[in-house]
């Protein structure tokens, strides 16, 4: 495809479609249907079977040390699925650190974002070149339970969630308007290195599989796209995949962005907010 982000030296075609995990068959074009093309995926439907992980020079953080079984393995496949993309341009062996909130630390010159719930696991790699920013989210398609919807959404979100909901109630809209602004806001963070409550994002979500999210945050003067972020939407295969590239500054406000994505209803999974990256409300989830 032709994008504004599209980079010259992206990955090949076949080398793309090599990205995807144990027992994963299919997995990364999810978020393929979604992104531009220089943006790399990769993703994963089962825990890689050695949960073993590097942050980096150093002791294994405590945190870590102390994490089930379960959580070392979710974690770590997360983050193999990071370098699998990374290995898309020549960088297998780099480490993706973890930052003081969460977030994952790129080698140089790179952007990303990972997400991961119950049953699937993902990562997207950009060149900053190519991207100033990027920010996934995965959820099963499932209801979003009521305290967290309304913590999440504003009185007039909530209406214009109401009338989704009247008009197509197949798709979950409640846990698709949570989605997005969890992907704003992994873009956001690494940006500007500011705290993002859910109610400082002003979210309209079209049916076409597109949503913008209208920042209400002084730090948005430094985001190459003002206080606008757009993004795309899918549900497919029981997920719900959101995604959000930020346009660097050269090529910011020039409207190309990554497709509109439209993928069929499909029947609800188990709903788990869990996340490597930072959360945007108020509350730990």
Do not use: N
């Not at 495809?1 to 980079?7: C, F, G, H, Q």
């Not at 531009?36 to 294994?60: C, F, I, N, R």
């Not at 790129?106 to 990303?112: A, D, L």
């Not at 206080?227 to 930020?246: F, N, R």
């Amino acid at each position: 495809m032709t994008s504004a982000v599209a980079d010259a030296g992206r990955p090949s075609a076949e080398q793309r479609r090599r990205l995807s995990g144990p027992r994963s068959v299919g997995a990364a074009s999810l978020f393929d249907r979604i992104l531009p093309d220089a943006v790399v995926t990769a993703a994963a439907t089962a825990d890689d079977p050695a949960p073993e992980v590097s942050l980096g020079p150093g002791p294994e953080p405590g945190w870590l040390a102390r994490a089930v079984p379960s959580r070392r393995a979710e974690f770590a496949t997360t983050r193999r699925c990071a370098q699998r993309a990374l290995s898309a341009f020549g960088l297998g062996h780099a480490t993706v650190g973890r930052g003081s909130r969460g977030e994952p630390l790129w080698p140089e010159g790179f952007v990303g974002s990972l997400t991961h719930c119950h049953g699937y696991r993902a990562a997207a790699v950009a060149r900053a070149r190519s991207a100033a920013g990027i920010g996934i989210d995965v959820e099963p398609h499932s209801q979003l339970p009521t305290g967290v919807a309304r913590l999440t959404a504003s009185d007039a979100e909530c209406r214009q969630l109401d009338r989704r909901c009247a008009t197509d109630p197949q798709i979950h809209w409640r846990t698709v308007f949570f989605s997005a602004k969890e992907a704003i806001f992994k873009a956001w963070y690494p940006l500007t290195r500011c705290e993002l409550r859910f109610r400082e994002v002003v979210l309209s979500v079209a049916a076409d599989g597109t949503f913008s999210g209208r920042i209400l945050h002084p730090a948005a003067d430094v985001m190459p796209t003002g206080d606008v972020i757009s993004g795309t939407w899918l549900v497919m295969d029981e997920l719900i995949c959101t995604a959000v590239v930020v346009e660097p500054q050269s090529t910011a406000g020039s409207g190309v962005g990554p497709p509109p994505a439209i993928g069929p209803p499909v029947v609800s999974g188990r709903l788990s907010l869990s996340s490597d990256e930072p959360k945007s409300g108020p509350v730990a989830l």
